[in-house]
């Protein structure tokens, strides 16, 4: 093409730039067949316009989704208006869901291997095996803000085993119905939902719904109950998970009061 149309044009090493990915990046996906250069230059060079800019952020977009080269393949000529873009989102936020209390399932079994490895004397792997079978076969957990169970909970007798066994089969609604309140709140939490609003207010409806069903989601029992950490207990180990936590036992909280103080009831 001619040299004086080029200036129309980003290089590579442009179009990385401006995005803020690497030249690298922009390479494999032409070798993927997802952003071919629009034209070469004089000197053999990778021409890109601003068309393929919008391309690339779409791949980023779908890539940061969770879809495969493949999906993303067959997407780059869809998803032109807002509702189609949604039905996708939505459904990705029901697949991170799901990760997320597999997650946190396997989290919680590793804690409580981790106890059972500390009151052991010596190595007992089929022992070990049978822990993490039992906790992640038989449902015998729920999925706290905290993911943690009580120490030793594997070494109850039989008989109690039974009980909870029972007692876990009839929690099992309950249990859904805090992965989706929790997972309401983290998004509400992100989105930085007034206290006040609507939302705020059905969410602290919830909340004390289930706290008036199953029992009180914000006291430990002696058993694998529903628990929400007070700020007091907040540990000195800021990781992600953490931080998270503590944010939306903050934010169910302080709504739960707002949605009282709202109604007229007594926190």
């Not at 594997?154 to 109690?160: F, I």
Request: net charge negative; charged share 35%; glycine share 4%.
């Amino acid at each position: 093409m001619p040299e004086d149309g080029e200036q129309q044009y980003m290089t590579v090493g442009e179009l990385a730039d401006k995005v803020g990915v690497t030249v690298r990046t922009i390479q494999y996906y032409d070798q993927e067949n997802l952003l071919k250069p629009s034209a070469k230059g004089s000197r053999n060079q990778r021409l890109y316009t601003e068309r393929d800019e919008e391309k690339l952020y779409k791949i980023l977009c779908f890539k940061f989704m969770g879809l495969s080269l493949m999906e993303i393949r067959q997407s780059l000529e869809g998803f032109e208006d807002t509702n189609a873009v949604k039905v996708l989102l939505d459904e990705k936020i029901d697949d991170v869901e799901k990760e997320m209390s597999a997650l946190m399932k396997r989290f919680a079994t590793l804690k409580n291997l981790s106890e059972t490895v500390k009151s052991d004397d010596a190595v007992n792997w089929q022992h070990y095996a049978h822990v993490i079978e039992r906790f992640q076969d038989e449902g015998k957990y729920l999925w706290k803000l905290n993911c943690s169970f009580e120490e030793n909970a594997y070494r109850e007798q039989e008989s109690e085993q039974r009980e909870l066994q029972k007692e876990y089969a009839e929690k099992h609604r309950a249990v859904e119905q805090w992965h989706k309140l929790i997972a309401d709140a983290i998004r509400l939490l992100h989105q930085n939902e007034p206290l006040d609003s609507s939302k705020s207010r059905e969410i602290a409806r919830r909340y004390l719904a289930m706290e008036k069903e199953v029992g009180s989601v914000s006291r430990k029992t002696n058993h694998h109950d529903f628990v929400i950490f007070d700020s007091a207990e907040k540990s000195s180990v800021y990781d992600s998970f953490h931080e998270l936590r503590f944010e939306v036992n903050e934010f169910l909280q302080n709504a739960v009061k707002n949605y009282q103080e709202t109604q007229g009831e007594q926190p």
